[in-house]
């Protein structure tokens, strides 16, 4: 990636997470029924400025298909594609870019719109994973078996994106 291309594979990213998901929930039917929310989820953070929750715009990921309101109504989705999330810092100290995104970026704001906190992320060259809580990993059909790890300081279960795309249940939501 060039030197300033950050946020255009960040954006790219959140495309390809959207149309995952999209599929997933349609299982395999459409790809359009999630989008980016506008500026990237900022839209919902200036307007609780001013006091006005736009829950709907709340997150990375917004539904922009009546199939979808019942994930996004439910789940908070924070995306991030870094060169390094520090994994190793995150298992060890419970610190780091990984650390912060998934307690301040996340479970914060997610209990700000009241939802349930979803993280999917990508480092250079590894598996997208996606980062849940107990509850949330219990909503999908129990996702225990496939978790490659769990924090009980922070509640954070992680699951290789590609195994909860073939093995949760949006039946469940």
Known sequence: ????????????????VCKQLS?????????DIFWRSAMSGGRAT???????VLSAQAGDVSAVHE?????????????KFYKDLE??????NNTGKFAKFW???TCEQARRYSKLP??????????IMIGLNTIGVQNFGDLRSIAKARLFA????????EDFLHKASPKRL
């Open 23 to 31: 599929l997933w929930i349609t299982h395999g039917k459409k790809q």
């Open 118 to 127: 979803m993280f999917i992320a990508k480092e250079n060259r590894q598996p």
């Open 87 to 92: 994994y190793k810092s995150l298992l060890l």
């Open 1 to 16: 990636m060039r030197s300033g291309g950050g946020k255009a594979k960040g954006s790219e990213f959140e495309r390809h």
């Open 154 to 161: 922070t509640d954070l279960w992680l699951v290789p994106f």
């Open 103 to 105: 307690e301040h970026d």
């Open 46 to 52: 200036v307007a609780l400025n001013f006091d006005i």
């Open 67 to 79: 199939e979808g309101y019942k994930f996004t109504n439910k789940y908070y989705v924070e995306i």
